[in-house]
């Protein structure tokens, strides 16, 4: 069995496109065996956005003073 890799895009009819330079490597009436992979976001990611979310929820403009004072340069 061979495998060649590529990257591509779902139409929105669904079809997937399959580079020229890649279809012509498979012979013609070939049986093929595909197996689709794609990004999804993980755990970590998904905590990590409701954390922020959770976080500047809670911010309010006054907390900018912070902010205002790590920028000015030292007085030392």
């Not at 139409?11 to 794609?38: K, R």
């Not at 990611?45 to 205002?68: C, T």
């Amino acid at each position: 069995m061979k495998a060649v890799e590529f990257k591509s895009t779902v139409a929105s009819n669904g079809q997937i496109s399959v580079p020229a330079e890649v279809a012509h490597q498979i012979p013609a009436g070939e049986q093929l065996h595909i197996v689709v992979l794609w990004e999804t976001p993980t755990i970590d990611d998904a905590w990590g956005a409701l954390g922020r979310q959770r976080f500047e929820a809670a911010y309010a403009p006054e907390d900018s003073v912070y902010e205002q004072l790590m920028d000015e340069p030292s007085t030392r």
